[in-house]
């Protein structure tokens, strides 16, 4: 295995461990993990599918390896399991150990925040990457705007969205500064947060989120007492 996949793997590795924690009980989440992962994960892979086949980006054969389906390595299909479950898991941690606080801001702030989307089209055309990346922010921040915006009020959101970018600066960190993933510079604006494109920023927030998005819509009907 490449080390791209062995990666993912120290990602996802420490949530499933603790995924038996008595007071977390994660194990019990999987069926509305696994519905939220289908729709998102395989929503991203296929824009990852496409845009590596135009070009948006590439993945080192020395740390991804030459193995690929549909274009793309192993260890790039693990990281659609490895982060979004990752990411729930942190928030259960959340929910499970600190009180959960309702924050009262209209719903009109996720989507006024995600006008921000439209910038890349105005300034950025010719970017790929960018405007895509823009793209999907904007429907991302519509949906919690219209549909999930009382959720995304809950300091358990919040701090588990937070949390999350501390294993996001880690291990993109790595992915972007070795490289294992390599960004066509006619597809990225090229500011960068050391080795991280700024883009990647509104990348995982999009991941992230819609994940939560699309399990907290499932939670309740897997709902199990005490849990």
């Known amino acids: 295995m490449s080390l791209y996949f062995w990666l993912n793997f120290l990602i996802i590795l420490g949530p499933l461990i603790l995924s038996f924690d008595k007071k977390v009980a994660f194990w019990r989440r999987w069926p509305p993990l696994l519905l939220s992962m ?9 824009w990852d599918i496409i845009v590596t086949a135009i070009g948006h980006w590439s993945f080192s054969e020395f740390y991804a390896g030459t193995f690929k389906i549909l274009g793309l390595p192993l260890g790039e299909w693990f990281f659609f399991i490895a982060v979004p479950y990752a990411t729930i898991f942190i928030y259960e941690c ?53 549909f999930g915006y009382d959720k995304f009020r809950s300091r358990w959101t919040l701090i588990g969205i937070l949390l999350s970018y501390i294993p996001f600066l880690v291990f993109n960190g790595v992915f972007t500064y070795l490289p294992i993933v390599l960004y066509n510079p006619e597809a990225i604006i090229g500011f960068r947060v050391i080795s991280i494109p700024i883009e990647d920023f509104f990348y995982s927030f999009s991941l992230i989120s819609l994940s939560l998005f699309f399990y907290f819509l499932v939670r309740e009907k897997f709902s199990i007492k005490g849990a």
């Open 94 to 146: 959340v929910r499970a150990y600190s009180k959960d606080k309702e924050y009262h801001f209209s719903k009109y702030i996720f989507i006024g925040i995600g006008l921000i989307g439209i910038l890349p089209l105005i300034f950025f055309l010719n970017k790929g990457y960018t405007v895509l990346m823009g793209i999907v922010f904007l429907i991302n921040m519509l949906l919690i705007g219209l």
């Open 38 to 46: 289908l729709i998102v994960s395989t929503t991203f892979i296929i």
